[in-house]
Structures are given as C-alpha cells and as structure tokens.
T-cell receptor, first 115, second 111 residues
Framework: DAGITQSPRYKITETGRQVTLMCHQTWSHSYMFWYRQDLGHGLRLIYYSAAADITDKGEVPDGYVVSRSKTENFPLTLESATRSQTSVYFC??????????????FGEGSRLTVL | EDKVVQSPLSLVVHEGDTVTLNCSYEVTNFRSLLWYKQEKKAPTFLFMLTSSGIEKKSGRLSSILDKKELSSILNITATQTGDSAIYLCALYTGTASKLTFGTGTRLQVTL
C-alpha cells in the first residue's frame, strides 16, 4: 500500500551511539518533515526537505542530521545520542495539492529510548 | 516564532458529555488552521479551516475559526470512549509548507 513507512518502530540505544531513523514514502511527495513529540511540547519540527538534496532546519535541529538523496527517502540521524533525544519521532509529507492547506500525512512513528 | 496554545491540556469527561477544546494563536497572517486527532499512533487529519465564522462538521465533531479572537474551537457532542485521544491544533502559514503545532489536549472519555 502507498504511504509513509518508518523504521525501526522501536529502538533502545545508549548515550553516545549513532542512530538512524528511516522514512520512506511511496507517493513521490516533494516536501518531507521530521517531527519529535514530547510530553508538554507537542510536535516540534526538527528538519524538513523541499525536494531531493534540499534540506533545512526546523525548530529543534541540534544533534540531528538529515539527508535526502532520493525523493522517497528522508533518513534522520542522531550522530551521538543523548538522553534528551528520547522521544517519539514522526516523519510526514505533504501532497502537492495540499501545499495551500498544509495537510500532512504522517508515518506511524518511531519510539526512541536513549539510556 | 509562530505560537499555538491549546487548552485545556487534559480533560476527563463521561460518555455522552459535550466538550469544547480551544486553540489560540498569535500569528495574524496564515493560510489555514488544522485539527488532528492522535490515538495511539500517528495524527490523523480532522479539519482544515481558512475562513472565519464558517463551521466545519463531521458527524459529532465540529470546528470553527474566529480570526478576530485569534482562536479556534473543536466541539465534540455525545462523546464516546472512542473519542479518547490527543487533539492537536496546527497553524499553516504557507512558509516552506511547515506546520506549527500546539501542545495538544488529551481527552479521556470514561464510561
């Protein structure tokens, strides 16, 4: 089925380790986003991408790296994980027809725990 | 930075009650305000509002935007346990297709 898939869905890692969260979409949407969701903060934008090879920082980019070599993939890397990065991470995309309205389609989320 | 504030932060009601969730914002120039429902997994789209005073309805849920008051409300009538979720409000200014989300309201409907 078409959609956004994230992997892994659950991950436990240790402080200092590198972690990559994968996001794959089958719609060929141009815009893709990474959000983190934490209690008391709602969804906060980490990075976004307007197209392949075009990425930009969101509200909370520190400690994260993204790349977008292909339209369908938008991986998020924590280069040296910290406990404060324990969170649920959502990947999302926006359809071309929704660029005027902002309706996002979300992946199922990746729950990351940093010990 | 665009700011979106939701209230209350959490709410517990009995099945059959009517609830009103609030969303207020500070940005005056935006394209749309969106409401999402989040159960255990990903947020799912409920409503998109662009014009003030026009109510959007879907079954027992309805929402309206008040641009004068810089706010929106989401009403749920005759609540059911299946309405238990986090309700998210988000503002879309059109800049780089980004959404700014509020902190959400956690609604719990009990029997």
């Amino acid at each position: 089925d078409a959609g956004i898939t994230q992997s892994p869905r659950y991950k436990i890692t240790e402080t200092g380790r590198q972690v990559t969260l994968m996001c794959h979409q089958t719609w060929s949407h141009s815009y893709m986003f990474w959000y983190r969701q934490d209690l008391g903060h709602g969804l906060r934008l980490i990075y976004y991408s307007a197209a392949a090879d075009i990425t930009d920082k969101g509200e909370v980019p520190d400690g994260y790296v993204v790349s977008r070599s292909k339209t369908e993939n938008f991986p998020l890397t924590l280069e040296s994980a910290t406990r404060s990065q324990t969170s649920v991470y959502f990947c999302a995309s926006i359809a071309p027809g929704q660029k005027n309205t902002g309706e996002l389609f979300f992946g199922e989320g990746s729950r990351l725990t940093v010990l | 930075e665009d700011k979106v504030v939701q209230s209350p932060l959490s709410l517990v009601v009995h099945e059959g009650d009517t609830v009103t969730l609030n969303c207020s914002y500070e940005v005056t120039n935006f394209r749309s305000l969106l409401w999402y429902k989040q159960e255990k997994k990903a947020p799912t789209f409920l409503f998109m509002l662009t014009s003030s005073g026009i109510e959007k309805k879907s079954g027992r849920l309805s929402s309206i935007l008040d641009k004068k008051e810089l706010s929106s409300i989401l009403n749920i009538t005759a609540t059911q346990t299946g309405d238990s979720a986090i309700y998210l409000c988000a503002l879309y200014t059109g800049t780089a297709s980004k959404l700014t989300f509020g902190t959400g309201t956690r609604l719990q409907v009990t029997l």
